[in-house]
C-alpha cells in the first residue's frame, strides 16, 4: 500500500516536512516546486506511515485502496512524476529545512503590520509568531470585512476541501501576539507612514486584483467581463455583489483556458441542485437558476500540451457529472511540432493522454457542456449594443527560439455567444506611498524587501510576499515559501538593527483606528460572523451561507453582543 496525493493539494509542502523517509517530492528547495501542479508521493518509496496524512491542511491525501469517488487516476498521476530520469535516486534521509537561530540584541518585541489576510499574509504571520527565541507582534490589516482573501473570495464554492485550509489561519489568528482589523483600508484609513511609525516593519500581502486585458475590439460591450469579476460575484465579495451577467443565450465563451477558466466553466455548466449544496453566494444562486446556457467554451490559443490548466482541475472538471466535457479529437492530438519535443515522462504528456481520452469519450446526454477548444485566439468581440459574438482566429504552433509560440494561420470562424469572460491572467496594482513595477505589476522586491526602482536599495522596514512579490504564480501552498523568504529578511534586518524602533505604541494605533474607521472589525467579531453564516447554513446542509456586505456583518455583531 502507498498514499496518494488527490486534486485538493494546496502544495504548502507540510507533508514534505514529516515525511521519514523523504518520498514527497518536489520538495520547497527543488527547482520544479514553484512551477508544480501538485506535491507527489513515490509509491516505491512510501512506508505507509501516515504522517503525511496528519498534517495535510486540505485532506488531500488518501491510501491508495481507499480513494474517494473520482480519484482513481491519481495513483498512476504520482507514479508518472517519478519516472522521469533523476528523480528515482532521491535520498532516503528526511528533508530538512532548518531556520536559523534569531540572535537579538535590541529590544522586543518585534512589530509587524501586515496589510493583506489571504494566504500569503496568513503564513508570514504565522512564521513570524512561531519562531523561537524571539517576541512578535502582529497586526494584520484587511480592507473587506472578511479575511482570508483568495480562499474566500477566490477558490471555487464547490472547492469545499481546498477552502478548509482557512482553519489553518484561523489557527494563527489565535496566536499570542496577533490582532486583526478587517474593513480597514491601508492607504484611506491609515497610510503607509502611519503603519510605519506604529511598527518596526509593514509586510505587504495584497494580492493581485486586477485582470489583464484582450486589448481587442468589442472587449468593453455589455456581457464581456473578466473572469475575476465573475469569480468574486460567485463568491460573495463585497464589492461584486452587486454585478449582473447575462445568461440568456445558449453559448458562453472564455478566454483562456487556466484553473480559473475551468473554474468558471464548471461553475456555469453545473446543475444548481449541486451548487446549492455549496456555499456559493445566493445572489449567484438565485441567477444561475434561471440560465439558459447549453454550452461553454473554453478557448486557448495554444496546443493541449500547453494548456495552462493543471491536471486536477481536468479531472476535476471531467468528473463533475452534470455535463459533458468534450474535445475535437483533431485538436486534442499533439502537433508535429510539439510532438517532436514533448518528454515522454513530462506531465504535459499525461495531460494530452487524459484530453484524448475525453476526446474519445462518449456523450452522456447532459443537457451542458464544457467544449475545450484549442490554438483559437480571439480577434473581436461582435456586437453594437451587447455580445453576440467572437470571432476566434486559428493559430498555428511554430518553435521560436526553443518556445513554441502560437502564430495566425490567417483563417478565422465566428462563434455566436452572449457572454465573454476573459480568464488570462491576474496582475498587481500599485500600492498606496509604494514603488510599482508596473511592467511586472508587482511591488519591486529583493528576497521579499521592497526596493527603491532607481537605486535596488531596499527601503527601510518595508517588505512584501505572495502575489504582489512575485506575480500571480503558484497556488495556495507555493505563499509558504514565498512568505518565509520574505519573514528570514526581516528577521534578519531586525536582529541587525536596520529596523529602527516605532515611535508610537499599540494603544496609540488603537485609537487612531477607532477615529479614522470607527466600523472597524476584530477578529472576535469575525468569530461571531463565522458561526453565523455556518448556523444558518445548518438546517440547508451547506457549509456556509455568506454575508456579503460590512453592513450586515456589522449588524450580526452587534445583535450577538446585544444582553439578552
Not at 36 to 58: H, N, Q, R, T, W
Not at 257 to 276: C, Y
Not at 433 to 458: C, H, I, K, W
Not at 509 to 533: F, K
Request: proline share 8%; with cysteine.
Amino acid at each position: 500500500m502507498a498514499y496518494v496525493i488527490t486534486q485538493n493539494c494546496c502544495n504548502d509542502a507540510t507533508c514534505v516536512t514529516v515525511c521519514p523517509v523523504n518520498c514527497i517530492h518536489p520538495t520547497p528547495d527543488e527547482p520544479d516546486y514553484a512551477t508544480s501542479e501538485m506535491l507527489y508521493i513515490d509509491p516505491a518509496g512510501c512506508i505507509d506511515c501516515g504522517a503525511c496524512v496528519d498534517v495535510c491542511p486540505v485532506n488531500a491525501i488518501q491510501p491508495d485502496f481507499e480513494l474517494a469517488e473520482g480519484a482513481e487516476r491519481y495513483p498512476d498521476l504520482n507514479a508518472h512524476y517519478f519516472t522521469a530520469p533523476g528523480k528515482q535516486d532521491y535520498s532516503p534521509a528526511p528533508y530538512q529545512h532548518p531556520k536559523p537561530k534569531i540572535e537579538v540584541a535590541q529590544p522586543c518585541p518585534l512589530r509587524v503590520a501586515i496589510v493583506g489576510s489571504g494566504p500569503a499574509a496568513c503564513y508570514a504571520a504565522e512564521e513570524l509568531l512561531a519562531r523561537k527565541g524571539i517576541d512578535v507582534e502582529v497586526t494584520m490589516f484587511e480592507r473587506l470585512p472578511a479575511p482570508w482573501g483568495l480562499v474566500r473570495f477566490g477558490v471555487a464554492p464547490d472547492h469545499q476541501a481546498t477552502k478548509s485550509v482557512a482553519d489553518l489561519f484561523a489557527a494563527t489568528a489565535k496566536r499570542k501576539g496577533f490582532s486583526l482589523r478587517l474593513n480597514v483600508e491601508v492607504g484611506k484609513h491609515l497610510s503607509h507612514e502611519e503603519l510605519l511609525a506604529h511598527h518596526h516593519a509593514v509586510l505587504y500581502a495584497v494580492g493581485a486584483p486586477r485582470d489583464r486585458r484582450l486589448g481587442i475590439p468589442g472587449e468593453d460591450l455589455p456581457g464581456s467581463h473578466p473572469a475575476t469579476d465573475f469569480v468574486a460575484w460567485y463568491n460573495g465579495h463585497p464589492d461584486y455583489a452587486g454585478h449582473t451577467f447575462d445568461f440568456s443565450a445558449e453559448r458562453a465563451v472564455i478566454v483562456g483556458n487556466g484553473n480559473v477558466a475551468l473554474d468558471v466553466a464548471r461553475i456555469l455548466a453545473s446543475d444548481v441542485d449541486r451548487l446549492a449544496r455549496t456555499d456559493i453566494a445566493e445572489h449567484a444562486l438565485a441567477a444561475l437558476s434561471g440560465s439558459k446556457i447549453s454550452e461553454v467554451v473554453v478557448l486557448g490559443r495554444r496546443g493541449p500540451a500547453q494548456a495552462a490548466f493543471t491536471i486536477p482541475e481536468l479531472l476535476g472538471l471531467a468528473g463533475t457529472g452534470d455535463f459533458d466535457v468534450v474535445a475535437d479529437p483533431a485538436q486534442a492530438r499533439l502537433d508535429p511540432v510539439t510532438a517532436a519535443s514533448l518528454d515522454p515522462h513530462a506531465m504535459a504528456a499525461l495531460k494530452v493522454k487524459i484530453l484524448g481520452e475525453l476526446a474519445d469519450r462518449p456523450l452522456s446526454g447532459f443537457r451542458r457542456r464544457v467544449v475545450l477548444r484549442f490554438l483559437g485566439s480571439p480577434e473581436e468581440v461582435l456586437g453594437t449594443d451587447r455580445v453576440r459574438g467572437i470571432r476566434v482566429g486559428r493559430n498555428e504552433l511554430t518553435e521560436v527560439d526553443g518556445r513554441l509560440v502560437a502564430r495566425p494561420d490567417g483563417t478565422a470562424e465566428e462563434l455566436d455567444c452572449g457572454l465573454v469572460l476573459r480568464s488570462i491572467g491576474y496582475r498587481g496594482e500599485p500600492v498606496p506611498g509604494m514603488p510599482f513595477d508596473d511592467l511586472l505589476g508587482r511591488l519591486p522586491n529583493e528576497s521579499g524587501r521592497v526596493v527603491d526602482p532607481d537605486t535596488g536599495a531596499p527601503l527601510p522596514g518595508v517588505y512584501t510576499a505572495g502575489w504582489i512579490k512575485r506575480g500571480p504564480s503558484g497556488v495556495i501552498g507555493t505563499n509558504k515559501k514565498c512568505a518565509e523568504e520574505t519573514v528570514e529578511a526581516l528577521f534578519a534586518d531586525f536582529a541587525a538593527g536596520r529596523l529602527p524602533a516605532p515611535a508610537n505604541g499599540g494603544e496609540a494605533l488603537e485609537t487612531l483606528i477607532s477615529e479614522r474607521q470607527p466600523d472597524a472589525l476584530d477578529y472576535p467579531s469575525w468569530t461571531v460572523v463565522d458561526r453565523h453564516e455556518r448556523t444558518t447554513a445548518k438546517p440547508l446542509r451547506r457549509p456556509r451561507i455568506k454575508l456579503t456586505s460590512a453592513a450586515e456583518m456589522r449588524k450580526v455583531v452587534e445583535d450577538a453582543r446585544k444582553p439578552m
